[in-house]
């Protein structure tokens, strides 16, 4: 097949797909809506209220964690976590969910995966987007790296799509796939390093804790906030590989299951 061919073939696929992402996306908006925009609304607020929650909380009863303020500790924590869990419990279900929509001949297992992560990442970045007002009003200090805080929240959403990708691929082809999920959401709030930082373990478990992604991203977000108030522990390049490792094993995954739903398909 002709070079040109192939470039055209690709382009023509590559928009048929888009799309597809984008009715996909248009129909979620309409389920979430219930089309008067109440349930949409909600969406996007329900990770901001439970982010909220905690940092009122934290305030009212200690003002400080150590040396930092303790809302902008509370929000660098409670965000990374609420960021991966958000896209692994709204992404588990989606295929059993829409699973009518795959007798269309275009429309494909990784679309509804993708259209449905698109939405939790805006979801969860309304959350992330509280540092503005807090920041505004005095409770917490201007980043002191912003890159740090802006790339740790890139590499926050990246791993939450990896793993709903997982979880979401689990579900459809484990028996007791839900329960797995479940599991691995409830793990997440503990090895995400939102209630402590790597620095208050004693040193020798230190390299264990640091073993999970997300604790990395947490060290570097409190790192761009608080500088050198903070001794950060964190690797760039750990924490990018191991979101690469868990995409291409997320990617397999939904080959996997698109492979047996097309099998049930031909049965």
């Not at 094993?249 to 049965?267: F, I, T």
Request: aromatic share 14%; proline share 3%; charged share 15%.
């Amino acid at each position: 097949m002709p070079e040109t061919t192939q470039q055209t073939t690709f382009s023509r696929a590559f928009q048929i797909q888009m799309r597809v992402v984008s009715a996909l996306l248009r129909r979620e908006l309409i389920a979430l809506s219930g089309k008067k925009g109440i349930g949409f609304l909600l969406m996007l607020v329900e990770p901001l209220i439970f982010v909220s929650a905690i940092c009122v909380f934290f305030y009212l009863t200690r003002r400080t964690v150590g040396n930092v303020p303790v809302v902008a500790f509370a929000m660098s924590g409670y965000c990374v976590m609420w960021g991966c869990r958000f896209q692994m419990m709204k992404m588990m279900n989606v295929v059993a969910a829409n699973r009518s929509l795959l007798y269309h001949r275009y429309v494909k297992i990784f679309d509804l995966m993708l259209g449905r992560s698109i939405l939790q990442i805006c979801s969860t970045s309304i959350s992330f987007l509280m540092f503005a007002p807090i920041i505004y009003i005095g409770l917490v200090d201007f980043p002191v790296k912003p890159y740090l805080v802006v790339f740790s929240w890139l590499a926050v959403l990246w791993y939450g799509w990896s793993l709903g990708l997982i979880t979401s691929s689990i579900y459809g082809l484990v028996k007791m796939g839900e329960k797995i999920c479940i599991v691995i959401m409830v793990l997440h709030i503990w090895i995400t390093g939102a209630f402590m930082m790597v620095e208050w373990l004693p040193p020798d478990y230190r390299g264990y804790y640091l073993l999970f992604p997300m604790v990395h991203a947490t060290e570097m977000m409190r790192d761009g906030l608080f500088g050198n108030r903070v001794t950060a522990h964190y690797s760039v390049l750990y924490m990018v590989c191991a979101n690469m490792v868990l995409t291409y094993l997320g990617l397999v995954l939904v080959r996997k299951l698109s492979q047996r739903g097309a099998m049930d398909d031909s049965d």
